[in-house]
């Protein structure tokens, strides 16, 4: 399979603890989306890199969350401090990079996190 | 911040009814790109608009940018349904990453 992976699909945690999850993005794509989503909305951009550099990251965003590309491959998001408002799906997507036209994002399947 | 607002939010047809579903935003947009998830799926891309006014077609699908580059919709003739999913428009701002409407949730009676 070539397409976006995410592992681990589903996590359930307790308040306080910290997670990481990954993201696998197709091989050939510069860049790599994490974005957040609740049940019943559109999903939520929280950071993007172009390559190994982080170039954007959404001032909604909590310090508690953080994320890396370190060679430019694949990312890991973590979340410190987990709170039960940081349940929701965490999905990854990957797309070649230009300014514009944009490319199209290819989405993985997303790590649902539950914090209990 | 940016919003792109998307209605209705839901819409239920009968199969083979046609389906639209409209996108604004209040500022313009560099461009706008269109995505499907079905039930317990992920987003999947089915369409880009760039240009002012462009009009893209896909089978039963018809998408419209509009002339100010600040609305799109989604149009669905005859559907069926396979059609079933939350459409979700991505606007996309000068300089900015995209930012996703709430999506409309269709679904589409036998």
């Known amino acids: 399979d070539t397409g976006v992976s995410q592992d681990p699909r589903h996590k359930i945690t307790k308040r306080g603890q910290n997670v990481t999850f990954r993201c696998d993005p197709i091989s050939e794509h510069n860049r790599l989306y994490w974005y957040r989503q609740t049940l019943g909305q559109g999903p939520e951009f929280l950071t993007y890199f172009q390559n190994e550099a982080q170039l954007e990251k959404s001032r909604l965003l909590s310090d508690r969350f953080s994320a890396e590309r370190p060679k430019g491959s694949f990312s890991t998001l973590e979340i410190q401090r987990t709170e039960q408002g940081d349940s929701a799906m965490y999905l990854c997507a990957s797309s070649l990079g230009q300014e514009l036209p944009s490319y199209e994002q290819y989405f993985g399947p997303g790590t649902r996190l539950t914090v209990t | 911040g940016q919003q792109v607002m998307q209605i209705p939010q839901y819409q239920h047809v009968q199969e083979g009814e046609d389906f639209t579903t409209y996108c604004n935003s209040s500022t313009t947009l560099s461009n706008i790109q269109w995505y499907k998830q079905r039930p317990g799926g992920h987003p999947v891309f089915l369409i880009q608009?760039?240009?002012?006014?462009e009009v893209k077609k896909q089978k039963r699908l018809t998408f419209q940018f509009g002339e100010a580059k600040k609305n799109s919709s989604l149009h669905i003739t005859a559907t069926q349904t396979t059609d079933v999913g939350t459409y979700f428009c991505?606007?996309?701002?000068?300089?900015?990453?995209?930012?996703f409407g709430p999506g409309t949730r269709l679904s589409v009676l036998p």
């Open positions: 608009l760039v240009k002012s006014g």
């Open positions: 991505a606007g996309r701002y000068y300089g900015q990453n995209f930012v």
